[in-house]
């Protein structure tokens, strides 16, 4: 395992005062793990989403959604994980963070089926990955080396069905419709040059 440890001394405190560091150490030898199992694979590149937990270098947190079609996110090996990032609002928090602190906290999560897995490990931000060419519409990709996988029980997610997929998400031959806000005056002059002359497609 992966000599990161996976329990601070702020989660034995509570581990201790609730009586479940033996139930804590136990989840640990039985449910953790620093490779992907041929499960966590098909887990992971079925979903559509993944929710991002980065912090700066003075440990302010952040969290944010990523979407995209199912197998927007590949396991390329063992202990590594691949995912772009699309055209979004160009505030660039959670890859700004790993560029400051790479300890990235990822969440997997299938409302339909009842599951979910996490995946702890370190981030790095490329412009200039080979994998670019095979995500249409990608501008950054994201490998994140896990240090802890795991799954999580599932007793409080609720149960939800997946309507439709974004029509803004990326897919070969494929144009997505420009976001509204884009049009919008308040953002049209700050707007980078490529953006600025798209026209409204709302529908």
């Known amino acids: 395992m992966e000599s990161t440890p996976l329990y601070h001394d702020g989660m034995r405190q509570l581990q201790d005062a609730r009586e479940t560091r033996p139930l804590a150490d136990r989840l640990q030898q039985v ?3 620093s490779e992907f199992t041929d499960e966590d694979r098909a887990f992971i590149q079925a979903s559509a989403m993944v929710f991002v937990a980065t912090a700066d270098a003075q440990g302010q ?8 079609l199912p197998g927007f ?6 202990r590594t994980l691949a995912f772009p990032d699309y055209d979004g609002n160009g505030m660039y928090r959670s890859w700004g963070n790993v560029l400051v602190n790479p300890q990235v906290g990822l969440l997997f999560m299938d409302f339909e089926r009842a599951k ?3 995946v702890n490990g370190r981030a790095q931000v490329a412009q200039d990955d080979p994998l670019l060419q095979e ?14 996988i795991f799954p ?3 007793r409080y ?3 939800m069905a997946l309507v439709e997929h974004s029509v803004y998400a990326p897919r070969p031959d494929y144009t ?4 509204a806000w884009k049009t919008f005056d308040a953002f049209r002059d700050s707007l980078p040059g490529r953006d600025r002359d798209q026209g409204d497609s709302r529908d």
């Not at 996110?73 to 063992?78: A, I, Q």
């Open 157 to 159: 997610l609720h149960k």
């Open 31 to 33: 449910t953790v793990r």
């Open 73 to 78: 996110v590949r396991v390329l090996d063992e």
């Open 176 to 179: 997505p419709p420009v976001p």
């Open 135 to 148: 995500f249409p519409g990608a501008v950054l990709i994201i490998r994140v080396t896990a240090t802890h």
């Open 152 to 154: 999580n029980c599932p």
């Open 61 to 68: 947190p952040d969290c944010s959604y990523k979407g995209g």
């Open 116 to 118: 979910r897995i996490r």
